[in-house]
DNA sequence: TTGTAGGCGTTATCAT
DNA sequence: ATGATAACGCCTACAA
């Protein structure tokens, strides 16, 4: 590493002014003199002078960086988030450092703590999936570090948040359901750790008992989001004696291995058997076997949302005892009938 | 922003040392006192004092961040890709600052030059596809930031590059159809502008003339890379009096937007016509029309790649006039016979 | 209108 | 074995 960069002394020095005429030339200050101004910007366009932001934010002790984790890009789900999220910073000046935690709560922490070091302004986070203890990210706020969850957020009421309401959109799905006809509706849950998985549930059971239906467990299987996980929970509810006619998935992956293997099994997808999910993911247009309908989490607007409630808490006075709980609202996507197959 | 971290100042204010004894006991000074030190690492611990990155890298002029630009990181081929610059990077010590183009060069250079005001030690791209001029990345790379090129690369020797043989692997790729009976071959090709493409067609025009065959330029469309660009090239294709037997598609994406048009246009596909394709996502297991073949182009292992260049070429003095060629190995991944449809 | 000087957190170079 | 101090690039209150 050679050829530095310019520096304001530089431009001084060559224009036989000083520095802090230099900085202020530069920043349009008001009382500085036209062509003062005109000479230093002349030069420092010349020298191909470049602020040194690290310099800058070390001295105003802020970096204009905000540090992101999420489980996995893979997921289409997170890669429109961090767009989201990208768009939204871009626009306050702000810039992304990025790690995925790949759903391991030690490397998880490894790369918080890299942030922390890295001094990043902020840090917007999606909880693995293997995450029970959030008292390492408490403590980072304690420190004057804002932290925003999003999608998959703590139960507790003291932390920032967005996320949908699936809860609601759940009562939806079965409702719709429902209302075609279908009685023996089970679900395909995820890890019962996730809010998520628990708003499923209960969304689930509100509804069924709204319609005065009883509740059987037999018809609920869980998945630890892989595909064997998958698979076998489809397993268990093709070989029971009363298989369900429709099925909803945690999501479109676990519906994609669902279905993959219900079909390996002989059956019919969305005629002998209804398939509905969650995510609508945009890959699905393309899919074997769409879902019937899929719950559209938006999550590009809930990475941009996160972004602006990251600015809100970034104004608040630390420690804090206001703490947003931002709503994105889910919808149902209605598939299937795109295309003739 | 307040509740700030403790500094090593702080540190020795309470411990009635020095600053710098503070700092050498940090860093297991072999001649400072055993006491000392256990004193100083005793109370750091108990002020959870955590080193300014920022501070630190100020002071050495360098940050240990890597800058990353892509496309657009909902392409799974990119997503893939920066896990494997994250895994590398984690390894050597080093952070990601990241940021998409969505292939807008204007995007592009606003993001380059945030990363240069970062002060980024390096930068790893993958050009936006519609980018003609690279010099702002040189004149980035003059002024002492390494720039690694990787996938989407500049034809140009004086940069440093990583990327996959395409040419060798359409030749492949023909010879396979070529054996098992197929002759009129045709091919959907990206923007021209793209080194891809033009290894893509060299490759396709190279293995046709080694089989003695002619090569008829109606078989040869391009696509943008939007469904619709895609559309119409397969739409022109189904037109010929003299349909192809086989498509190569210039990746999945555009391989699936041509088989979902060719099906509704009633073609049978892979019965009345071959499709091929590059990039072998793994969401190509799940899709309604899997490629007979799709070439393996090894995004996680470009990005581990990249990043080792980059580390060799951080090693470098600047300027430089030793510039890194890496060649990563394509390969071709047989389909469609894993699942009976 | 412009200059001077101090300071942000850390490391490195001299001293002691 | 430990302390004092300068330096990194920039900003800003205070002086002139």
């Known amino acids: 590493m050679s050829s530095n960069n310019p520096t304001i002394k530089e431009i001084a020095l060559r224009l036989n002014v000083s520095v802090s005429t230099v900085s202020r030339a530069l920043h349009d ?3 500085i ?17 470049v602020p040194n932001a690290q310099a800058i934010f070390f001295k105003k ?8 984790v999420l489980p996995s890009i893979k997921e289409e789900f997170f890669s429109q988030a961090i767009s989201g999220i ?48 959030i008292s390492f990210l408490k403590e980072i706020e304690m420190a004057g ?13 003291d932390v920032h948040k967005v996320y949908c309401d699936i809860y609601k959109s759940t009562i939806d799905m079965v409702n719709w359901l429902y209302s075609r006809g279908f009685r023996k509706i089970a679900m395909i849950n995820g890890p019962s750790i996730l809010t998520a998985s628990r708003e499923r549930l209960e969304g689930y059971k509100q509804a069924l008992s709204q319609k005065k239906m009883k509740i059987d467990m037999r018809y609920f299987e869980s998945t630890d989001l892989t595909k064997e996980g998958t698979t076998h929970a489809m397993k268990k509810l093709l070989s029971l004696k009363n298989v369900p006619t429709a099925v909803i998935s945690f999501n479109d992956y676990v519906h994609m291995d669902a279905t993959q293997y219900a079909h390996l099994q002989g059956i019919n997808i969305n005629k002998d058997i209804a ?14 076997y769409p879902p019937l309908l899929s719950v559209e989490q938006y999550p590009y ?33 209605i598939h299937g009938t795109k295309h003739v197959r």
Do not use: C, W
């Open 145 to 157: 570090i804002p932290v925003v969850f999003f999608d998959r957020v703590p139960d507790q009421a």
């Open 301 to 333: 607007g809930q990475g941009e949302q996160s972004m602006e409630t990251m600015i809100r808490a970034m104004k608040e006075q630390h420690p804090t005892h206001q703490y947003y709980h931002e709503e994105v609202p889910a919808t149902l996507v």
């Open 86 to 133: 990208e768009a939204a910073a871009t626009q306050y000046n702000y810039t992304i450092l990025f790690g995925q935690s790949h759903d391991d709560p030690a490397i998880e922490k490894r790369v918080v703590d890299t942030m922390k070091r890295q001094r990043v302004d902020g840090i917007i986070i999606s909880l693995s999936k293997n995450t029970h203890k």
């Open 275 to 288: 398939f509905v999910s969650y995510s609508n993911l945009s890959i699905t247009d393309y899919t074997a």
């Open 61 to 68: 002790q802020k970096t204009a960086v905000i540090g992101v």
């Open 33 to 49: 003199g036209l062509k003062t101004r005109e000479r230093v910007k002349e030069l420092a366009r010349e020298m191909k002078y």
């Open 29 to 31: 200050h008001p009382r």
